[in-house]
């Protein structure tokens, strides 16, 4: 799921940058730093939308640098354990689909695609059921269900499944 | 065991799971908003625009765009008023239920938005928290619900 969040991050400025166009160049640097980036704690950040303050700066002697500490507002994604969600269909292989949900992939493996063989005289190879009614092949939308997350210091990955009520070829 | 060696337990098994409602630290704080994917869109629209004045030759990283795709694709081309609509139709029904176990959670109420199921049934399957709340109710909200839903494909 996308959520708006309040984060915090310290901008680092070398001297160059401290002049008229300082609060212009904290919020560039904020961008820079956090976009398409990974934090463990609450997800991946896909955009900031607003600055909501910018503290007292403080120059590290050490580095001669200035440190802002500034609160901002993030769109960030994570998926959670059992959430449904539609995903687009990037790839079929014989070990099963990936596909995605934004920023997020996701493997669904062939144990998890409930009454649908690999066919890989297909072209693009699909998953098809064995009467040929129905199909999932990439760029396909399908609604799954989240099985599992793994969060890391830069990425997010996350395993899913077809199999319920409600669930599959959504598309 | 120590209580060094449980703090990083703690850490680590934050239990997470959208079928018991329980989410990340900070997740129930008010300023945690989900969010309905038309708004998505609408956020990463404005953040693009504002890259394009800033630098026209600057390109949005794959990430970005793959999540904007997914937000127009996913997120029932909605207006801003039909947004705000839904929310508000989401904050009178909350005001609405006093009884705080049948009251719909925050991550529900995206999700019944999100995903626009069509039958109380539908609801139940792909969101099953919401065995708690009466039939009627859902079927209501549902109805609502669909009301704003587009018909561009």
């Keep these: 799921m996308f959520f708006k969040l309040t984060l915090e991050h310290d901008v680092l400025l070398p001297p160059r940058f401290l002049g008229p166009q300082l609060a212009e160049s904290i919020r560039r640097k904020l961008y820079e730093d956090v976009e398409s980036k990974c934090i463990g704690k609450h997800g991946y950040i896909v955009s900031v939308i607003e600055i909501v303050k910018i503290g007292e700066g403080e120059i590290l002697v050490a580095r001669g640098e200035t440190l802002f500490p500034v609160t901002y507002r993030a769109l960030v994604f994570r998926p959670v354990k059992n959430e449904v969600v539609d995903a687009i269909v990037s790839t079929v292989t014989k070990m099963g689909i990936f596909a995605e949900v934004g920023p997020l992939r996701v493997f669904i493996h062939f144990q998890w695609i409930p009454n649908m063989v690999f066919d890989d005289t297909a072209n693009p190879p699909c998953f098809r059921t064995d009467d040929f009614a129905e199909k999932i092949q990439p760029e396909d939308s399908i609604r799954i269900r989240i099985l599992g997350v793994r969060v890391q210091a830069s990425s997010i990955a996350a395993t899913g499944s077809l199999a319920g009520d409600f669930l599959g070829y959504a598309g | ?153």
């Design chain 2, 1 to 153: 065991m120590s209580m060094a060696a449980r703090g990083v337990d703690a850490k680590k098994s934050v239990v997470e799971d959208a079928n018991s409602l329980e989410f990340f630290e900070d997740f129930e704080q008010v300023s945690t908003v989900p969010l309905l994917l038309s708004e998505v869109e609408k956020i990463l629209e404005a953040r693009k625009d504002l890259q394009l004045r800033e630098d026209p030759d600057a390109a949005m990283s794959a990430e970005f765009t793959k999540t904007l795709d997914y937000a127009q694709r996913f997120g029932h081309s909605r207006s801003y008023e039909a947004d705000e609509a839904l929310r508000s139709i989401m904050e009178e029904l909350r005001t609405q239920t006093p009884d705080m176990e049948k009251r719909l959670h925050k991550f529900e109420e995206v999700q019944l938005i999100n995903l626009a199921p069509e039958t109380v049934e539908e609801a139940k399957a792909l969101i099953p928290t919401l065995v708690r709340v009466d039939d009627d109710i859902l079927e209501n909200v549902l109805q609502q619900i669909m009301a704003f839903r587009s018909f561009a494909t």
